[in-house]
């Protein structure tokens, strides 16, 4: 469960419905086809509902007006029409029937995380691109099969990745590559809901370890990690605790904790994730010896807690010219010597779906590289897998993670 | 170093001046002695001016009219002396004279860290109370030696504990033992400064491992320790990372880190401290299922880049009817159905030496208890050499430690 997903992103709908009824509808073999009006762009297959991303995804897909939303599969049938019905997509039971369409470029997969592997494998096989839901899957013998299957077959492999394409993170990856922090000493990552607390069935399957592969950090935390690889690459050491500590829950599933990052140069990532947390104010701190970089509002649980006068984004412009200690707190209306807080000029997205469903109508179209591909995919798994490694044997985690 | 150290506590000088200067003034064994004014007025000998908050405690001291600063001493006689003249207080270098005074009825240390258990020890033995700066001492060897002249001397220590009485922290305290938080998930402290960036000949012998023990955790990091301790009692766990990112110090010493301490009922405690943060949002996130705390200003770090008008201590309120993901920030003139922020009216203290001091003036006179007895000082040092080794051996350390 993510951000996006309550409330829904806003689509209009008399487009999107519009999109799929023009031309000539016709029924073959049980599945109905669109055909004319989508007639030349790429056609994806949506493949299993169980994570309600889908159909956002599916929705935005619809709007864009630039891709054609073939077909759905689901291995809960009940649950597949259901779904399909209300995005006015014809729906299979035959997988093999989905993934051997000739007007099917791609699929999107949002099945429980332990069937992610089944799918991709069995997608690129067909030749078919793949956008992924989160996590790529639960285990690094699944990650594997789906590196080795989409590097064999050549097929294009995208990580939805919420996160990237949110505006505040774009500005910050923007500072933090550009240099303005100077030498980084440490990026912490807040990233969180409350579902677990507030709404539990929300979580569904995801709370089932045999479906979910662990709990906060496997689902919120992917995210977390993903952004970490966006923003630093990979550390070289994983240590932390995960426990359960608000909510009752199954055994290896954790309702929150926090991961420490080691990095080469020294920098210590901090990844706090929750299903469990009801307020905060900052979602990023990354402190560096020439700026420091506050964000908020970018997961459920700032967002939520959240004036809309705040400024999403802040970045301390040190004054190397001022005093060790400063003044302490200053007056507003007077300038303070130790440096000063600019608000960059950002603006909280209204969905971040968007940015990730229109990452991959731009791959399809343009043949853009993957923002997140499968080796990047697998590698943000491994990080939450060495921390539920570091948690449980009470030792620090070394990367690469032996198999 | 520490918070309060830059800039002085504010301490009107004729009040100081006139408390040493009343009555006459004689001169044996080399040793200045106040006869009058001060009589019967518990005497306190200032033992080293090594760390800073030797001065600002002293004058402090000699504000209250209720002790008398007898005399110093130092193992440095230069420092020792220059330090004294400033005080109007008479120095001796002969440490044995000093505790053999009759009028001395306690002793504060401000020594480098690694001769604080020799002079402790000593102190005891003479049947001194003992006021000791931060770190209790750089070793368990050196803890124990001080715990046991302490309880077999039957004399009182206090670890100074400056945090403590931050009426920020005050409330923090009452909030969380009144159970307003409900169960908390996971509280973060970062305290931090940036003296080895802005002006690291402050810390002087405190970069010096032979002297310091340790980097921004011996040093910044012991406040934290007693502050989880204080807040929460002891973990039973301790993982983390300590490192040198930004500056460069000696082999032992590192500039900042985060250390995680894993508490039996789930909770995370993550603490963050560097010698080396340039501005910062906030010192405290406390997570619970009924409320969250968030404050800033508690530290050299935050203080130095905060407007006067922010609140230094906000407390979220849930609301339990309300939604499970809110409406996204609010506008501030609306209400949020997801719960509101209380700015509970508190206010930062203008000195954080005023209340550890007082807290010893009490003591002293009246008999109560020590707010950081030599057990609880202990535990501090434990969590810290529990950091280091686990960032050292890569592991998660259990409390307690073994010797």
Redesign the interface.
């Known amino acids: 469960m993510s951000w996006g997903t309550?409330?829904a992103p806003a689509v209009p709908c008399q487009r999107s419905c519009a999109l799929v009824t023009v031309g000539a509808t016709t029924t073959t073999g049980g599945m109905t086809l669109v055909s004319a009006g989508t007639v030349g762009l790429p056609g994806i297959a949506l493949l299993s509902f169980a994570h309600p991303h889908q159909r956002g995804w599916a929705s935005l897909f619809q709007a864009s007006g630039r891709v054609h939303v073939a077909c759905a599969w689901d291995a809960d049938q009940a649950r597949g029409e259901a779904a399909a019905a209300t995005l006015d997509v014809p729906f299979s039971a035959d997988l093999d029937a989905v993934l051997g369409r000739d007007d099917v470029q791609a699929v999107t997969i949002c099945s429980t995380n332990d069937t992610h592997a089944d799918l991709a494998v069995a997608a690129a096989q067909a030749g078919k691109d793949i956008m992924m839901q989160k996590p790529m899957a639960t285990t690094l013998v699944d990650c594997d099969r789906i590196v080795a299957a989409v590097e064999t077959a050549d097929v294009r492999y995208y990580q939805s990745h919420n996160l990237r394409f949110d505006p505040v993170h774009q500005e910050i990856k923007r500072l933090v590559a550009g240099g303005e922090l100077g030498?980084?000493?440490?990026a912490?990552r807040r990233h969180s809901?409350?579902?677990a607390?507030?709404?539990p069935e929300?979580l569904d399957w995801m709370r089932d370890p045999g479906h979910g592969g662990g709990g906060a950090f496997m689902d919120e935390g992917a995210h977390v990690a993903l952004w970490f690889l966006w923003m630093f690459g990979p550390p070289e050491?994983v240590?932390?605790?995960v426990?359960?500590?608000?909510t009752e829950q199954q055994s290896g599933v954790e309702?929150?904790?926090?991961l420490?990052y080691?990095y080469a140069?020294?920098?210590?990532g901090?990844h706090?994730s929750?299903w469990?947390?009801?307020?905060?104010?900052?979602t990023v701190?990354i402190?560096?010896?020439r700026?420091?970089i506050?964000a908020t509002?970018t997961d459920?649980t700032a967002?939520?807690?959240?004036?809309?006068?705040?400024p999403p984004l802040?970045v301390?412009r040190?004054n190397p010219s001022g005093?060790?200690?400063?003044?302490?707190?200053?007056?507003?209306d007077q300038p303070?010597p130790?440096?000063h807080?600019d608000d960059p000029q950002v603006a909280?997205p209204r969905s971040r779906l968007q940015g990730t469903a229109e990452a991959f109508i731009q791959m399809l179209l343009e043949g853009t590289p993957s923002p997140a591909d499968a080796r990047t995919a697998r590698t943000a798994v491994e990080m939450v897998l060495a921390g539920y490694q570091?948690s449980r044997e009470?030792?620090?985690v070394?990367l690469p993670l032996r198999r």
Chains 1, 2 share one sequence.
Do not use: C, K
Request: aromatic share 4%; proline share 7%.
């Open positions: 309550i409330p030498r980084i000493a440490s912490r809901h409350a579902f607390l507030l709404q929300v050491a240590t932390g605790f426990t359960t500590s608000l309702d929150g904790g926090t420490l080691r140069s020294g920098m210590i901090v706090q929750s469990a947390e009801l307020a905060s104010t900052s701190e402190s560096g010896d700026a420091v506050i509002g459920i967002a939520r807690s959240m004036s809309s006068d705040e802040r301390w040190h005093p060790a200690v400063g003044p302490g707190p200053v007056p507003p303070n130790a440096g807080w909280l570091s009470g030792r620090t070394t």
